[in-house]
């Protein structure tokens, strides 16, 4: 659309040829010189559709590495792909850039972005890019490809259903926590490694994606944890019909994790609602938990069982080491 | 995802709630309540995927009404799947907001993107909402459906064939100038209707969604004319290895365009150049204008012959009335 005031220069082009139309690799993009795109779904297939967008200075530091914020911003929504069974086809990307921003940071970012965009298999299919008197606005939409009928739904988990999870969750929390207060390194004992473990965690995300048909064959209901294991939680189980009770204890933690907690144990807060974890939180038939961990695992991902769906009694539960709920102050984050 | 710092109060689920779950009225999209929307793609058919956003205070004025807001942003999405000759299936939206935008402009801004959502048949599916710094950031992902192989490209106009356009040109380019100078409508001679025609075209464009299977048929090329006619065409020539020469005189015209033109002959340069028309620019086998012409017509859309597809020999050409190629000072317009 054209702007209310004429800006001065020309360089949309460019911008585009230079930085995106190399992540354009599929034939349907058109190479971006068209008006849209277009995909042939695979035969028998469902197109599962996700968005999610980030804003600098509100989702991501303005001097956070350029090319981690590209990666960020494709796999937050890789993420969803993976919880929901689907195999990613390609993104959609929206760029709204201040007039400071240029090369110096467009490169990268792209470069960062279109690595992910061929590691994942999910390649660029068209976007906008327009200048901002605000903050850099990411906005990605990605679609992926489901068998009909299969995208696994929040709605679903039934009682008696174990409660599993991926990876170990707090770590990005924590690097948060790092980046905004750096001394808190020298109170929780971490060494640099351990520092940058989490930071690095919280800059740049592992989806799930190698997982996402295995899940959709044993998990009966998923979603991404992104807004905090305890809350999405509680999440899960209202779009089900049914509550959870899970054992913090038996939450995984990485070694740089661990360590923290034993050193300050209020940490248990964040590292259970401070989200950002990216990892997919799934109710499983009891009688399909191992298959799924052992073929996970095959695939280098390590699922943990957490607990357990209950008959609907309340809300989600999260149990310390003698049984009792925990109480958070925040259990889940919302933007309004 | 996770603010970098968290915001006070908690709204989110109830804006959703409120605002945009009466617009997911497609059983894919879960009523929101899921992290991924899903579609079951027409048999035999490709999805055609675009993009377009727009921020306030760049692509509409912040005291815009917020219903028209809503109408545009979805409607340049639409009047893109319209140039593809495809049938819009539905959409996803971000939403960046300001903190001090609430209920006020909330409620009319849903009504009128619901509102059109209905008339236009393309519902909802989901998207993401967050706070900003910045100003209102509305970005929307369309796709809709071509049967397979058959989406309109920007390339395929043939030596020969003629150049067709939609509706009436430069409506919404002399509305935009109203807007930033309302006394140019007593030099233009123009009366409060036919000033608020114009407006009202800038604001509301009109996407051609009910020629887009007959432009499928019909047109060896099509794309919509957004960043103004001429810049439009000779981006469609690019695209298709040819150059076309168009005659200015044919360009259809609205009652208030040829009032205001005839005040100020200068007017030619906004109206070819100015953009934001939304009309569909095609090329079409001579043989199959006339067929076009009386089909579109019975569907209430006036499709315009205005020139000629030639050879490559350079850029496209606007012709004077006396056959001279006319030279502007912007032909079209780059964001960056």
Not at 277 to 303: C, H, I, M, N, T
Request: proline share 8%; charged share 25%.
């Amino acid at each position: 659309m054209m702007p209310i005031e004429h800006a001065a220069g020309s360089g949309e082009d460019r911008l585009i040829a230079r930085y995106f139309r190399p992540l354009a690799k599929h034939p349907g993009a058109f190479a971006l010189v068209d008006d849209a795109a277009v995909i042939d779904p695979p035969a028998g297939c469902d197109i599962v559709l996700k968005t999610d967008g980030i804003i600098g200075g509100v989702h991501f530091f303005p001097d956070d590495p350029p090319d981690t914020v590209g990666k960020k911003a494709l796999r937050v929504n890789l993420s969803d792909l993976a919880a929901k069974a689907a195999k990613p086809l390609g993104f959609l990307l929206t760029l709204a850039l201040p007039k400071e921003i240029g090369d110096a940071w467009l490169a990268p970012f792209a470069r960062g972005l279109g690595a992910d965009a061929d590691f994942f298999g999910c390649p660029l299919f068209g976007g906008d890019t327009d200048r901002t008197p605000g903050p850099i606005t990411i906005s990605i939409a990605v679609f992926g490809a489901v068998p009909h009928g299969k995208m696994l739904r929040r709605a679903g988990a039934q009682p008696g259903d174990r409660v599993v999870v991926t990876g170990t969750i707090g770590d990005a929390a924590l690097g948060l926590l790092l980046r905004r207060d750096p001394a808190a390194a020298g109170r929780w004992g971490l060494s640099r490694d351990q520092q940058n473990d989490l930071q690095t965690r919280y800059l740049v995300p592992e989806p799930r994606t190698t997982i996402a048909e295995l899940l959709g064959h044993h998990a009966s209901a998923a979603m991404d944890v992104s807004d905090g294991l305890a809350g999405d939680l509680a999440k899960l189980c209202r779009a089900s019909g049914v509550t959870a009770e899970i054992e913090a204890a038996r939450v995984p933690l990485s070694q740089p994790a661990r360590a923290a907690l034993a050193s300050e144990p209020t940490l248990i807060e964040p590292i259970l609602t401070g989200g950002d974890d990216y990892e997919v939180l799934a109710s499983v038939p009891r009688g399909k938990v191992e298959a799924l961990r052992d073929q996970a695992l095959a695939k280098g991902v390590v699922v943990t069982d957490i607990g357990v769906v209950l008959a609907a009694d309340g809300e989600a539960r999260v149990l310390d080491q003698d049984g009792r709920p925990l109480a958070f102050a925040r259990p889940s984050f919302s933007h309004f």
